[in-house]
């Protein structure tokens, strides 16, 4: 019986061992620079897809003065009505979720500047400033 407790006692004190030696303790300075390169990586791929998406997305061509929407404004919550030119006739178009419908065709004419409405602050700003310089 005596021998039966030794040889436990023995069996016992050999497994931490053993298991020391099967699995070291990995170092904190190799996992930190292991997890720093797979973060810097996440972030190259992700900046990388944004531009390469931007550049696939991006308009081909530049095609100055063939068409430009000279006003808009809202008429819903989804709805707007636009006037677009194009060339030297003004399309009044309504624009709608899925849905383009032209409006009224009309001669372009002389657009008036913009007078500041009462809640637009730049414009209220850009008439002080004028203002001043003029004094």
Do not use: C, N
């Amino acid at each position: 019986m005596a021998l039966r407790y030794a040889s436990s006692t023995f069996l016992l004190a050999a497994i931490p061992a053993a298991a020391a030696d099967a699995a070291p303790m990995p170092e904190l300075g190799g996992g930190l620079v292991q997890l720093l390169f797979s973060l810097a990586l996440v972030l190259v791929l992700i900046f990388g897809s944004l531009w390469l998406l931007k550049r696939l997305s991006s308009p081909r061509g530049h095609s100055p003065g063939l068409m430009r929407v000279v006003a808009g404004t809202a008429v819903g919550a989804r709805e707007r009505v636009v006037i677009l030119e194009v060339g030297t006739t003004w399309l009044v178009l309504g624009v709608a979720p899925g849905r383009v419908t032209a409006l009224a065709e009309v001669p372009r004419q002389a657009v008036p500047p913009a007078q500041p409405q009462s809640g637009d602050f730049a414009g209220w700003l850009r008439q002080v400033v004028e203002r001043r310089h003029a004094r």
